[in-house]
């Protein structure tokens, strides 16, 4: 039996310390000498850089600017500049960054095959 290991980054700042799974994070963003940690439960800061986190972070981050990384398995729809993220999140980009943003995350979900099930209520059967 396989036991698969769990990424984790470290969050040390001056109030408190937390091992966040990767799988968790929203969206990391550099604010200043600080990077943001966004998850579904939380948001964490700490002094560092945005590169030194690429290395724990797989094929569903993104770039969506030079200092934000979205995790496209946590974005719920993106439209008119928006980013919608599972939390209630919302973050706003660029027109230019937007229209790669949103390319790349159409090639991320067409690597996903959609599965509809729709009901027909008048005659009970699966079309």
């Known amino acids: 039996m396989k036991i698969e290991k769990q990424k984790r980054i470290s969050v040390i700042n001056s109030k408190t ?10 969206m990391i963003e550099q604010v200043g000498r600080r990077v943001h940690v966004v998850t579904g439960s ?3 800061y700490y002094y560092g850089k945005i590169k030194s986190l690429e ?4 094929e569903k981050f993104y770039h969506v ?3 934000c990384i ?5 974005v719920i729809k ?15 980009i660029g027109r230019n960054n937007f229209i790669k ?7 991320y979900l067409h ?3 959609p599965f509809y099930i729709e009901e027909n209520v008048d005659q009970g059967q699966l079309i």
Do not use: T, W
Request: with cysteine.
């Open 17 to 26: 310390c937390i091992q966040i799974n990767v799988k968790d994070i929203e």
């Open 42 to 44: 939380r948001e964490d």
């Open 55 to 58: 290395n724990a972070l797989d």
């Open 65 to 67: 600017l030079n200092g």
């Open 70 to 74: 979205v995790n496209f398995s946590k």
């Open 78 to 92: 993106m439209e008119s500049q928006l980013i919608y993220l599972e939390s209630g999140l919302v973050h706003e």
């Open 101 to 107: 943003a949103k390319q790349a995350f159409k090639d």
């Open 111 to 113: 690597r996903f095959p």
